[in-house]
């Protein structure tokens, strides 16, 4: 990530697209002791101790909580009491109906021209093999356009590899998302993928992929990069290749819960800024970074503003989604739930990105929204970034698309992928100062956006 390049547009920005009142401006800067004050607080001993001690703990009893698990709910519960212990009684939950899909059994085995175990990680969501598994030729191609040229008749019976190198997550993810359907739409037996990452220690990555009810489901696994160059070689090579796959999968439909928090707001209680991360993660890993992080920091923002006896215009909301992995349920059953509400949101914030040293703010708004954010960052420096967006985040998204204004967490990110969604994704991996810094800046944010009198919406 180039931040000096994100300093120009930012400073580019301001100066050629945004005029400010005096007075507003005059108030923006006035925010500046109280985000020093909460910055402080958070980051010195004993808060900043205290506060990993509770995302360590949280991730050590309750990792991987996949949707629909005994694990995830648990977490709920537990997330809900340190809540009331920590001082706020306005916490609720509500049901969600969520997919439960469970990784039994996998196995892909190269068993020509080598027998070698190809380590895999089936697709979440993805259908079982039959019994008695598949074993088929391999046809790899690296995209979509090159897959449309082969005609039917050599696929039917395939197994096809999709082997597309990362170019970034947004143009990549389709081949994870979408291969099943275009194999099978041709007559393919099984897919691969290549997982959706720029680096490899022989770790797969998996994630949800999407079926069309008018198409054939066929079994779907991502295997590792090395793996993948490995089939490709040999195929360039004009090798024949079999491939050997079980996968046994359950599928079912549970009672989950989306967590919210309310801290009341003193001048405008009934406008929200909404703060989130989501709580599920994949089955794979302690869903420490994705998005374990992202949620606790979340969950913090009125827990330490409550304990600072901060007042602000809005109400703060912090939600923990549920079951955000499957295909964001949590947040389509809120939208639902709540759509006669929307109108009382003024500003939606999730981290659901890494929670790595922060830098700033991915923003999706109006030309206003975006200046007054941009304005309120330099208030924060180093974490002054901000990137413009039409949209972004998770969750978020679904809200950005009803017209409502809103900001990502922007961090050092550059590694995230290598974790993402994989046995890597663990504690190990973050760093003490960086997620205390992301929970001291996304407190100290959250309190701007709530409190300054201004009309993001």
């Given at each position: 990530?180039n ?14 697209e945004?005029?400010?009142d005096?007075i ?10 109280i ?16 506060f ?10 309750f990792?991987?909580?996949p949707a ?7 977490a ?5 009491d ?10 609720t939950?509500?049901?969600v109906?969520?997919?439960?899909w ?5 196995s892909?085995?190269?068993v ?32 979509f ?5 082969i005609?039917y ?16 997550y947004s143009?990549?993810?389709?081949y994870?998302t ?8 041709k007559?393919a ?13 022989y ?14 489901k ?8 090395e793996?993948?160059?490995l ?9 024949k290749?079999?491939i ?16 919210i ?25 302690q ?15 009125p827990v ?19 079951s ?16 006669d509400?929307?109108h009382n949101?003024?500003?939606i ?17 109006s030309?206003?929204?975006k200046?007054?954010?941009a304005?309120?960052l330099?208030?924060?420096?180093p974490i ?5 967006v039409?949209?972004t ?12 204004p809103?900001?990502?967490?922007l961090?050092k ?45």
């Amino acid at each position: 990530m180039n931040q000096e390049k994100l300093d120009t547009e930012r400073i580019d920005f301001l100066t050629k697209e945004c005029k400010f009142d005096p007075i507003l401006e005059k108030n923006i800067l006035s925010y500046k002791p109280i985000i020093d004050y909460i910055m402080t607080v958070i980051t010195s001993k004993p808060v900043s101790e205290g506060f990993y001690a509770l995302y360590t703990t949280f991730i050590d009893k309750f990792g991987p909580r996949p949707a629909g698990s005994k694990t995830l709910e648990e977490a709920i519960d537990y997330i809900k009491d340190l809540t009331y212990r920590s001082g706020i009684d306005n916490v609720t939950t509500e049901n969600v109906l969520i997919p439960h899909w469970h990784r039994e059994y996998e196995s892909v085995k190269m068993v020509y021209p080598l027998t070698k175990n190809i380590k895999a990680l089936g697709l979440g969501l993805s259908v079982s093999t039959p019994p008695e598994g598949i074993t088929a030729d391999v046809i790899v191609v690296n995209s979509f356009d090159e897959f449309d040229e082969i005609d039917y008749t050599k696929i039917i019976g395939k197994i096809v590899l999709f082997n597309a190198e990362f170019t970034s997550y947004s143009e990549t993810v389709k081949y994870r998302t979408d291969a099943a359907i275009k194999a099978a739409e041709k007559g393919a037996a099984a897919v691969l993928i290549r997982s959706i990452t720029p680096f490899s220690l022989y770790t797969p990555h998996t994630g949800a992929l999407m079926y069309n009810k008018y198409v054939e489901k066929i079994p779907a696994a991502a295997i590792t990069l090395e793996d993948a160059d490995l089939m490709q070689r040999l195929y360039d090579q004009g090798e024949k290749i079999v491939i050997e796959m079980f996968m046994f999968n359950t599928f079912n439909s549970e009672i989950s819960r989306n967590t919210i928090i309310d801290l009341q707001g003193v001048k405008e209680p009934e406008k929200l800024v909404i703060v989130s991360g989501h709580i599920d993660s994949w089955d794979v890993g302690q869903g420490a970074i994705d998005d374990g992080g992202g949620m606790m920091i979340s969950w913090f923002v009125p827990v330490i503003l409550k304990y600072l006896e901060l007042e602000h215009r809005r109400t703060i909301r912090s939600i923990l989604w549920t079951s955000e992995e499957p295909g964001l349920v949590g947040g389509r059953e809120y939208l639902h739930r709540h759509y006669d509400e929307l109108h009382n949101i003024d500003f939606i914030l999730e981290s659901d990105e890494g929670t790595f040293k922060p830098l700033g703010l991915k923003v999706a708004g109006s030309n206003s929204t975006k200046c007054i954010i941009a304005k309120i960052l330099q208030l924060f420096p180093p974490i002054d970034k901000v990137q413009f967006v039409n949209t972004t985040g998770s969750e978020m998204s679904l809200f950005i698309k009803k017209g409502i204004p809103g900001a990502s967490l922007l961090n050092k990110d550059d590694q995230y992928f290598w974790y993402h969604h994989t046995e890597a994704d663990t504690l190990t991996a973050q760093n003490m100062d960086d997620v205390v810094e992301c929970a001291a800046f996304w407190a100290a944010i959250a309190y701007v956006i709530a409190d300054i009198p201004v009309n993001f919406s």
